[in-house]
């Protein structure tokens, strides 16, 4: 039998949803439990194309909408020989951020629809598992100030949490909402029980194609 492929684990949520930390801490109890698991995040800004988006995003540049939302797709493709590599060599990936962001970021500027805003992600490695980190504003208040970076207000930050409410509706992706308002290890522990699950459920099962 040919041996077992790793999964493909997204965290997705706004702005001060903990996304970040909470990457962090599942590949380090992976490991522990002795499941391979690397971070990756998106937008890769080590990349040349990862490097435009970031003058972008530091608002040290300007692109217009319909590009920076292909840069950030191509963002991804570029990335994806290596993902299926380690998936293949039994790694699980633990992503924040995927084409989920990619989607609700665009499509909550003036002019665009959630359809237009899927097609280039069309086919890209799909999760297995895909946790929204949910965070209500009040409590994202809580955790301190908005950072310089574009997006980074609250106005559009409800647009986009609207947008991901969208896109939750699909049932073709295996949606997880997390309770996000919970301390640090409690949002850890849903998280690794989900993303175990995810690991054991699909490590004989083919990886999927996103949206296809
Ligand atoms: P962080 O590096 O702090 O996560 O911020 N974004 C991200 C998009 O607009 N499109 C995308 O495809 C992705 C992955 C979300 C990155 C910012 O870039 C936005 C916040």
Redesign the pocket.
């Known amino acids: 039998m040919a041996s077992k492929r790793g999964a493909l684990i997204v965290l997705e949520g706004v702005?001060r949803a903990g996304?970040?930390t909470q990457c962090k801490k599942l590949v380090q109890a992976l490991q522990q439990s002795g499941h391979p698991a690397e971070t990756m995040?998106?937008?890769d800004?080590s990349t040349t194309i990862g490097q435009l988006?970031s003058a972008y995003?530091e608002k040290k540049s300007d692109l217009e909408d319909h590009t920076?939302?292909l840069l950030?797709?191509a963002?991804?493709w570029e990335l994806v020989p290596v993902m299926k590599k380690k998936l293949e060599q039994g790694i699980t990936l633990v992503v924040?951020?995927?084409?989920f962001?990619?989607?609700?970021?665009?499509s909550a500027k003036p002019g665009f629809c959630l359809d237009w805003c899927k097609r280039p992600?069309v086919g890209l490695p799909k999760p297995d598992l895909v946790m929204f980190l949910q965070l209500n504003p009040a409590e994202a208040a809580l955790r301190g100030q908005f950072?310089n970076?574009?997006?980074?207000t609250s106005a559009f930050q409800k647009s986009?949490q609207e947008k991901f409410e969208q896109l939750m509706k699909d049932p073709s992706v295996n949606w997880k909402v997390i309770d996000a308002s919970q301390n640090v290890e409690g949002v850890h522990a849903d998280i690794r029980t989900h993303s175990l699950n995810a690991i054991n459920e699909t490590q004989n099962m083919p990886l999927g194609e996103l949206w296809k």
Do not use: C, M, Q, W
């Open positions: 702005d996304k970040t995040r998106f937008p800004r988006i995003l920076v939302h950030f797709s963002n991804r924040d951020r995927y084409a962001s990619g989607v609700a970021f665009t992600d950072g970076e574009r997006y980074e986009v």
